[in-house]
């Protein structure tokens, strides 16, 4: 019998999200960056300059909302 599967749009941007901030914290530890830091720069001001163009890392970025970035970090965070 086939089975139907189910997606939620929800959970496939939240994985998104996920894949994208990984790469990008990779690619600015790579670079000698404090990654934590310059996400946060990006994400509290909008200036893609804190982001290194070093492996796309700040197309990549770009590519996403900073208010869902913000948003699924919030839920990630309040997950028991």
């Given amino acids: 019998m086939e089975e139907t599967n189910v997606f939620s749009l929800e959970s496939f941007e939240g994985e998104v999200i996920r894949e994208t901030l990984k790469e990008v914290y990779r690619a600015l530890e790579e670079r000698g960056y404090q990654p934590i830091n310059q996400l946060v720069g990006y994400l509290t001001s909008g200036d893609v300059g804190y982001i290194s ?7 990549k970025i770009m590519k ?7 948003e699924f970090l919030l839920k990630e965070a309040m997950k028991d």
Wanted: aromatic content about 8%.
């Fill in 53 to 59: 163009s070093y492996k796309d890392a700040r197309k």
């Fill in 64 to 70: 996403l909302d900073r208010s869902q970035i913000l």
